[in-house]
């Protein structure tokens, strides 16, 4: 009987787990800059700034710029995570622009604080005294677990495996009682 009884409990926890929580969407974080070699970067063509908007995102966010040149100059944004004032090699860099650009990229595992800036050089002057920011690149967000896997259905899934040990152990009661005590021999007839 302990035998079936164990088989009944592994069978419903085996049934349990097989629910499961899906892992949280990256977020998309849209995010508009505006910029000019003169004045910096803003959130709006009349807002620029030196530095430019502070910005926070976080690993893993899927992140679409809308980046704009006010001063018909091209520009190029990166994230320096060196701060060597220029863009390149495992920094997120767009391609250049001179009018408008709309650019996507995926935060990489890098927390911290660091500048965005364009590094271009072109041109009369240069985007490195003005062009720049920070943005802060936080831990992915997590929503925490559920007690149990299975989310908001978390209630009915004990329930049934409450009712599918109950009937196990019953089943089981109900077999062995059946079966009698082995050697017994059954009951004269009367």
């Known amino acids: ?3 079936v ?5 592994a069978a419903a926890l085996l049934g349990v787990s097989a629910f499961s929580t899906p892992a949280a969407a990256a977020n998309n974080v849209p995010i508009s ?5 003169a004045a910096g970067w803003g959130e709006t063509n009349t807002t620029l700034t030196a530095p430019g908007p502070p910005l926070t ?3 893993g966010d899927n992140v679409t710029l809308n980046l704009t040149s006010v001063d018909g100059v091209t520009h190029r944004w990166c994230i320096d995570y060196n701060n060597n004032s220029a863009c390149g090699g495992s920094e997120p860099t767009s391609p250049n622009f001179g009018v408008a650009l709309l650019w996507n990229f995926t935060v990489s595992n890098v927390t911290g604080t660091y500048h965005y800036r364009s590094d271009r050089t072109a041109g009369p002057g240069d985007d490195l005294a003005k062009m720049w920011g920070n943005i802060t690149i936080l831990a992915a967000e997590t929503t925490p677990p559920p007690l149990l896997p299975g989310g908001e259905n978390t209630v009915l899934i004990v329930a049934g495996v409450i009712v599918i040990i109950v009937a196990v152990i019953a089943f089981a009661a109900f077999f062995w009682r059946r079966m009698g005590k082995p050697g017994t021999p059954p009951p004269p007839p009367q």
């Open 1 to 3: 009987m302990a035998f």
């Open 5 to 9: 009884v164990a088989l009944g409990i």
């Open 57 to 59: 995102v976080h690993v």
């Open 33 to 37: 800059l505006y910029g000019s070699r």
